[in-house]
T-cell receptor
Framework: AQRVTQPEKLLSVFKGAPVELKCNYSYSGSPELFWYVQYSRQRLQLLLRHISRESIKGFTADLNKGETSFHLKKPFAQEEDSAMYYCALKEPGTYKYIFGTGTRLKVLA | GAVVSQHPSRVICKSGTSVKIECRSLDFQATTMFWYRQFPKQSLMLMATSNEGSKATYEQGVEKDKFLINHASLTLSTLTVTSAHPEDSSFYIC????????????FGSGTQLSVL
């Protein structure tokens, strides 16, 4: 069955430090992968998707099919990056999204 | 970006009553909407996929008679928690799928349901 694993519930880093939020998935084919972010008192919103190969707010994520991972990275964390981050998988050809359990990122001053 | 409006944001009700939550896509048509349940400090648990003009598809373990979903128009899906009990207390979130080349999922702001 499809599954998304985010091993860290909480990740605390100091401002300016690099950050990596881990995401591993289990899926036999080629899934579509996303990162969603939820800032304090705001709704969940799309941060980035792997097919776009984009960098949003300094964040990037590379799909590693060999390791079945889609880790989210940023070289220099900012305080405003503090939020809840969810990794999500979508099976191509379907509308079903599966979310990981989320990682709370705290960027300390 | 597109907006999904979810209402009410918070509701408190007595055990045994029914509660309706609305999810509207304000500036796009959504043939597909989703309903999630989120427990404190846990992930979103997909409850059902709401399809405009047809029956919702429920995830395993979700009682369809308990959680009634109606998607009568391209911009509105409703979730009715029937005969609510304290264990139904939770945070419910909807999302709407914007079709297209860059298919995108937009989320409502959630509804905190407290059943006394």
């Amino acid at each position: 069955a499809q599954r998304v694993t985010q091993p860290e519930k909480l990740l605390s880093v100091f401002k300016g430090a690099p950050v990596e939020l881990k995401c591993n998935y289990s899926y036999s084919g080629s899934p579509e992968l996303f990162w969603y972010v939820q800032y304090s008192r705001q709704r969940l919103q799309l941060l980035l998707r792997h097919i776009s190969r984009e960098s949003i707010k300094g964040f990037t994520a590379d799909l590693n099919k060999g390791e079945t991972s889609f880790h989210l990275k940023k070289p220099f964390a900012q305080e405003e990056d503090s939020a809840m981050y969810y990794c999500a998988l979508k099976e191509p050809g379907t509308y079903k999204y599966i979310f990981g359990t989320g990682t709370r990122l705290k960027v300390l001053a | 970006g597109a907006v999904v409006s979810q209402h009410p944001s918070r509701v408190i009700c007595k055990s045994g009553t029914s509660v309706k939550i609305e999810c509207r896509s304000l500036d796009f048509q959504a043939t597909t909407m989703f309903w999630y349940r989120q427990f404190p400090k846990q992930s979103l648990m997909l409850m059902a996929t709401s399809n405009e003009g047809s029956k919702a598809t429920y995830e395993q373990g979700v009682e369809k008679d308990k959680f009634l979903i109606n998607h009568a128009s391209l911009t509105l899906s409703t979730l009715t928690v029937t005969s609510a009990h304290p264990e139904d207390s939770s945070f419910y979130i909807c999302s709407a799928l914007q079709d297209g080349l860059n298919e995108k999922l937009f989320f409502g702001s959630g509804t905190q349901l407290s059943v006394l």
